[in-house]
């Protein structure tokens, strides 16, 4: 029933996307899938530890999310041709393809060397020009550009919360006067139930020790039996897996949370216990969230999917 929703919904979303975004998408060549295959087996998955839903998370469905859901949302707000995009936590360089393929200057920054390689060989097999550094989050300040658009696309939460509240200020200080910070697909620790890395209920407000003992009841494979031990040896490791952003972090880098100029926001479908769960239980807790702080609504998404503009 999941898998049938979340097929009839991206592809209603599809036909939504504009034309003017559609024209550019670019040709996938017939070996694009074979090489990138190769590669993502020979260095994101090299310690053997996958399995064929996180394959067809990075052969196809990242890009097909960017080019359809948040490209589509980013250009109602700023043309991305021509703009200099700085993208924090590129990854293996699904969405970075899709914000180039739109006439973006590119530069995509990841900590994982071997994510990079993987990215490299994806934007020279679709013949677009991307240029990819090794840096973290927290080294956005030796970047020598400003930017019009920087864009934390499912990585803010990868990062501990020293590291956040330090990369948005970071990022803050080289973004041009009038360009654009995106954060997309993040997590947000205040729902009650977990639906990205445990899928568990209340799995974001636990203690992070309390958390990480009890992740051997998730019921996700690749997560339940990683983190075991009582000397917490993987909690940064744990920690990367994904513990949830909140209006928090961004409260203590940027102060006040009032006067930043949120100019959009998406509020995603997230199918998760039922239909009852996810089209009435999440809209009624989502109107009771927005009760307890007078501040944009966008930071009380199930994910927070946020554009602001700097003036």
Not at 232 to 242: D, E, K, V
Not at 273 to 287: A, C, H, P, Q, V
């Amino acid at each position: 029933m999941h898998f049938i929703l979340k097929k009839i919904y991206n592809f209603f979303v599809s036909l939504r996307v504009p034309i003017k975004v559609k024209k550019n998408f670019t040709i996938i060549p017939q070996n694009y899938i074979n090489e990138i295959y190769k590669s993502l087996n020979e260095n994101y998955f090299d310690n053997g530890d996958t399995k064929e839903e996180d394959l067809e998370d990075h052969l196809n469905k990242r890009l097909l999310m960017a080019r359809t859901l948040v490209v589509p949302w980013i250009s109602n707000s700023v043309n991305l041709s021509n703009k200099l995009i700085l993208e924090v936590g590129c990854g293996t360089g699904s969405s970075s393809v899709a914000f180039a393929e739109q006439g973006g200057i590119v530069t995509g920054i990841d900590v994982h060397s071997k994510s990079l390689e993987v990215a490299k060989l994806r934007a020279n097999l679709l013949n677009l020009d991307i240029k990819f550094k090794k840096l973290s989050g927290t080294q956005v300040k030796t970047l020598s550009d400003k930017y019009d658009i920087i864009i934390y696309y499912a990585s803010l939460e990868h990062m501990t919360i020293e590291e956040r509240i330090s990369s948005l200020r970071q990022a803050w200080n080289i973004l041009k006067i009038g360009g654009y910070l995106v954060i997309t697909e993040a997590p947000n620790r205040l729902w009650i139930e977990d639906t990205h890395t445990a899928e568990l209920p209340f799995f974001q407000w636990l203690p992070d020790n309390l958390a990480y003992l009890y992740s051997v009841n998730s019921p996700k494979e690749n997560f339940n039996n990683k983190y075991t031990d009582a000397e917490y040896s993987y909690l940064l490791n744990f920690l990367r897996r994904g513990r949830g952003v909140s209006f928090h972090e961004f409260e203590l880098a940027f102060e006040d949370l009032n006067k930043l100029n949120v100019v959009s926001s998406l509020s995603r479908l997230v199918y998760s216990g039922g239909i009852i769960n996810t089209f009435i239980y999440k809209k009624l807790y989502k109107s009771y969230l927005r009760k307890q702080k007078k501040i944009h609504p966008a930071f009380f998404e199930e994910y927070l999917d946020i554009i602001i503009k700097k003036i």
